[in-house]
Every structure is written in structure tokens, then in C-alpha cells.
């Protein structure tokens, strides 16, 4: 079922699995902790493949309470600001499901396990 999803599914799926509970807006300026003043993807790239991913049963709307601590390395303010305001901020939170995690977790190994062997080749 993996091989049917696309570059930025499966980077969505891995920074959910990753960073915990998210939305579009926020992942268009960190999936994966990637940064920069400027958005890396379209905001709405991002909501429709959380919509296909949620069609297809892998993600699920998020409806508890955020934590309340910083869950990024990347622009800790983003989530400081829930903090402040005593809510979560306006928008879809989309988290895994239990067959989204499960296949997240795979892609995630499959990917640090990557990452090591282009490190090692250095």
C-alpha cells in the first residue's frame, strides 16, 4: 500500500509520526523540520493530501488538547503561542491512525536508516 503514496504523503506521515499532531499550515513551513521564512510546499497541496490520507484511512482529525510544550526544534513559537492562548489554534489537526502509525513507522526507519548511509559515505 506504501508504493501508491506520493513525496509529500509520505513526508506528511513521517513528520505526524515524528512530531506528533500537526496541521497544513504548519507543516507547509516545517515538515520535517525544515525551515525558512519563506513556505517550503502550498498549504493547500499539503490539506489535500491530508484529506486523500484521511480518505484512505491513515490520518484522522485531531480532536484532543495539544501538548503544551514545544514538539519542534524548528520555530518553538508556532506551538508557544497555544500555550498562551489557552487553546489550540484555529484549523484541522490531523493526527495517525492506528494503520497510519503503523505505516509511518516503517517509512520513518526506512528513511533514518537512509539518512545513516548517506552519513556514512561522508
Known amino acids: ?5 506520493d513525496e509529500l504523503s509520505t513526508k506528511i506521515l513521517m513528520h505526524i509520526y515524528k512530531y506528533g499532531p500537526d496541521n497544513p499550515w504548519y507543516m507547509a513551513r516545517r515538515l520535517l523540520g525544515e525551515s525558512g521564512w519563506a513556505p517550503k510546499y502550498s498549504a493547500d497541496d499539503i490539506e489535500v493530501a491530508c484529506r486523500k490520507l484521511k480518505d484512505e484511512g491513515y490520518l484522522v482529525p485531531y480532536k484532543g488538547a495539544l501538548k503544551k510544550a514545544v514538539t519542534s526544534s524548528v520555530k ?3 506551538k ?7 487553546h489550540k489554534p ?3 489537526y490531523y493526527d495517525l491512525t492506528k494503520e497510519g502509525r503503523r ?3 516503517q517509512l520513518y526507519k526506512d528513511y533514518k ?3 545513516d548511509q548517506k552519513k556514512a559515505k561522508k
Do not use: F, Q, Y
Open 80 to 86: 508557544v503561542k497555544a500555550k498562551e492562548l489557552g
Open 90 to 92: 484555529k484549523g484541522i
Open 1 to 5: 500500500m506504501t508504493d501508491e503514496l
Open 103 to 105: 505505516i509511518a513507522s
Open 76 to 78: 518553538p513559537w508556532l
Open 113 to 115: 536508516s537512509e539518512e
